[in-house]
């Protein structure tokens, strides 16, 4: 989504990063460059004057000019603006004291509120809630039928009375229906509309008042552009929404919308769509993404979502194969599998710092995943355990179940080879050889000699 905005970004900073000294004229320079890269990145221009202005202030002052490390300390004042533009702080839902707690989405048509209803369900059964759903979407075709198979696929209930009637009463309905199977939370799709059109918002309004929601939740498709602190404007006006939720986020639109919606409104993005799947969506933090969009890794996202993916227990089970030399390939499997789950190897690697701006470059095979699981899945129970009795027919014929080359299902098993010998290393308190690289090792503390060298002297 911000890829272009990260790398002109990225090139402005990188070049101030690198002088030893600033003057004016330097932080003017860069401030047109800045001003340049959000306005074609479709962030409204008064956010734009607004943000340039409060970045200029701070980096000319005695602080920055002065300072031994000037051009990083202008990337910090950079990284603490758009911060603060993007919201400053994580915002959490508001949960009723006596539940259920009522969550009302609205927006545009074809925003994807109604894939969003049920990715905040399922976001919500992982924390422990129970979560319904209400389908009050009675102007578009088949969207009743939508949130019912979404409710289906994340194990959630559905209140609806067909694509007849009142969506008020509908809503009505659906709140004391899921009060009465005692659910924590109701989330109310409403359909989407036009914010010039009075009589979808007038209705909107009706369903707010008739629910009494907790959280009104604009949902915002991130593609909009320049359009979209209107359509906030037109919203703020009608229902006075609390949050926003920005979808379509892993598209390759310039982002203007998510850089915008706040400023102007003053209200926060709460949540963003980062995908298609029913998982794909977070909790949204303004400091983590302004450290994306510098290209500052973002390692706290990364560490969430591995702890989702691995528990304790499995973490504690995997910790005494690989010291005890047991990981097998169908250990390694469950590893890949559970790593494929947290998201692309480029959307992963974008979050290691350092590593984001190289990404962009780097030819990242998203596929390399599926044909090791297809070569795992060509072997048998007995080969997976004990990798070492495949030869040279068996390699063979691995490579023709898996549509692979024999060198591929040699790399394979080289690299497998390799990860248990570092980590019996590891296990061993010994200095192990770099993975990948043969031969290759971490670099020694000062002063410390091999016991080779003290064997010859």
């Given amino acids: 989504m911000f890829q272009s905005l990260s790398d002109k970004l990225q090139a402005t900073l990188g070049d101030l990063r690198s002088r030893g000294a600033l003057s004016e004229e330097d932080i003017d320079r860069a401030m047109r460059e800045i001003r340049l890269a959000l306005l074609e990145a479709d962030v409204n221009f008064r956010v734009v004057k607004t943000f340039v202005a409060a970045v200029r202030e701070r980096s000319v002052g005695q602080e920055v000019l002065s300072s031994l490390t000037p051009g990083q300390q202008v990337v910090k004042i950079v990284d603490e603006e758009l911060t603060e533009l993007l919201g400053a702080a994580g915002t959490k839902l508001t949960f009723a004291a006596k539940p259920p707690t009522v969550i009302l989405l609205c927006g545009l048509q074809g925003s994807g509120k109604t894939t969003a209803a049920g990715k905040l369900a399922n976001l919500l059964?992982?924390?422990?809630?129970?979560?319904?759903?209400?389908?009050?979407?009675?102007?578009?075709?088949?969207?009743?039928?939508?949130?019912?198979?979404?409710?289906?696929?994340?194990?959630?209930?559905?209140?609806?009375?067909?694509?007849?009637?009142?969506?008020?009463?509908v809503a009505r309905y659906g709140v004391e229906a899921a009060t009465?199977?005692?659910?924590?939370?109701?989330?109310?799709?409403?359909?989407?509309?036009?914010?010039?059109?009075?009589?979808?918002?007038?209705?909107?309004?009706?369903?707010?008042?008739?629910?009494?929601?907790?959280?009104?939740?604009?949902?915002?498709?991130?593609?909009?552009?320049?359009?979209?602190?209107?359509?906030?404007?037109?919203?703020?006006?009608?229902?006075?929404?609390?949050?926003?939720?920005?979808?379509?986020?892993?598209?390759?639109?310039?982002?203007?919308?998510?850089?915008?919606?706040?400023?102007?409104?003053?209200?926060?993005?709460?949540?963003?769509?980062?995908?298609?799947?029913?998982?794909?969506?977070?909790?949204?933090?303004?400091?983590?993404?302004?450290?994306?969009?510098?290209g500052m890794g973002d390692v706290l996202t990364l560490i969430e979502r591995a702890q989702e993916q691995i528990d304790e227990g499995d973490a504690l089970e995997l910790e005494r194969k690989l010291k005890s030399s047991e990981f097998g390939l169908d250990d390694l499997l469950d590893q890949l599998r559970r790593i494929?789950?947290?998201?692309?190897?480029?959307?992963?690697?974008?979050?290691?710092?350092?590593?984001?701006?190289?990404?962009?470059?780097?030819?990242?095979?998203?596929?390399?995943?599926?044909?090791?699981?297809?070569?795992?899945?060509?072997?048998?129970?007995?080969?997976?355990?004990?990798?070492?009795?495949?030869?040279?027919?068996?390699?063979?014929?691995?490579?023709?179940?898996?549509?692979?080359?024999?060198?591929?299902?040699?790399?394979?098993?080289?690299?497998?080879?390799?990860?248990?010998?570092?980590?019996?290393?590891?296990?061993?308190?010994g200095t192990p050889a770099m993975p990948g690289v043969p031969g290759a090792q971490r670099p020694r503390a000062a002063g410390s000699r091999s016991k080779s060298k003290?064997?010859?002297?």
């Fill in 454 to 457: 003290k064997r010859r002297r």
């Fill in 340 to 429: 494929r789950k947290m998201g692309s190897m480029r959307s992963l690697l974008g979050m290691i710092p350092g590593i984001g701006k190289q990404v962009k470059d780097m030819q990242v095979d998203e596929k390399q995943i599926d044909r090791v699981e297809a070569m795992i899945l060509s072997m048998t129970p007995s080969e997976r355990r004990n990798p070492s009795v495949i030869d040279g027919s068996r390699r063979r014929r691995i490579a023709s179940g898996s549509g692979t080359s024999v060198q591929q299902v040699n790399q394979l098993l080289q690299q497998h080879r390799q990860m248990k010998k570092m980590m019996k290393q590891v296990a061993a308190g």
């Fill in 125 to 169: 059964v992982k924390q422990g809630l129970k979560p319904a759903l209400v389908a009050c979407d009675l102007q578009r075709p088949a969207a009743v039928e939508q949130l019912k198979t979404l409710g289906r696929q994340v194990d959630v209930p559905v209140f609806e009375r067909g694509t007849g009637g009142d969506p008020v009463a």
């Fill in 180 to 294: 009465s199977q005692g659910r924590d939370v109701v989330i109310v799709d409403t359909a989407g509309r036009l914010h010039v059109d009075s009589d979808l918002m007038d209705e909107l309004v009706r369903v707010r008042n008739a629910t009494k929601p907790q959280n009104v939740l604009m949902v915002l498709d991130a593609m909009t552009g320049q359009d979209a602190v209107n359509v906030a404007e037109q919203f703020l006006d009608a229902v006075d929404f609390d949050g926003v939720i920005l979808t379509k986020l892993d598209g390759d639109a310039r982002g203007g919308a998510a850089l915008s919606v706040r400023a102007v409104t003053g209200k926060p993005i709460v949540f963003a769509s980062v995908g298609e799947k029913l998982d794909a969506l977070e909790e949204f933090h303004p400091d983590r993404m302004a450290s994306r969009i510098l």
